[in-house]
């Protein structure tokens, strides 16, 4: 069993800053992705920034020079460090971990997907 849970969220006004959280738990091999996606009501979900698996970071446009994605391999965590916030950045953010799990030198990949942590920003 593999578990994500996401915290940080709330409501900030703009301008201001919150740090997102998301750590995995459970039968782990290893991660070879994270990212975090946001969505609002009436939209799709979006990628908000993402490790790929070599280690690569892409940011949406919209996002870029305000938030950070970081992560500490050990804690099978990742971060978004998100600043200068604006009101277009309210959404439910949802975190995404890419686990390899098994045994026995054998092993799958499988994305999970956190509850979300809603973010508010206020005008």
């Known amino acids: 069993q593999v578990q994500l849970v996401e915290s940080g969220g709330g409501l900030v006004q703009a301008g201001g800053s919150l740090r997102l959280s998301c750590a995995a738990s459970g039968r782990i091999f290893s991660i070879n992705a994270m990212g975090w996606y946001r969505q609002a009501p009436g939209n799709q979900r979006e990628l908000v920034a993402a490790?790929?698996?070599?280690?690569?970071?892409n940011y949406a446009e919209s996002v870029k020079g305000r938030f950070t994605i970081s992560r500490d391999n050990a804690k099978n965590t990742v971060y978004l460090q998100m600043n200068s916030l604006k009101p277009e950045d309210t959404a439910v953010y949802v975190c995404?971990?890419?686990?390899?799990?098994?045994?026995?030198?054998?092993?799958?990949?499988?994305?999970?997907w956190g509850k979300g942590t809603p973010v508010t920003v206020s005008s």
């Open positions: 490790f790929t698996s070599d280690g690569s970071t």
């Open positions: 995404k971990q890419r686990v390899v799990s098994g045994s026995n030198g054998y092993y799958y990949a499988q994305d999970y």
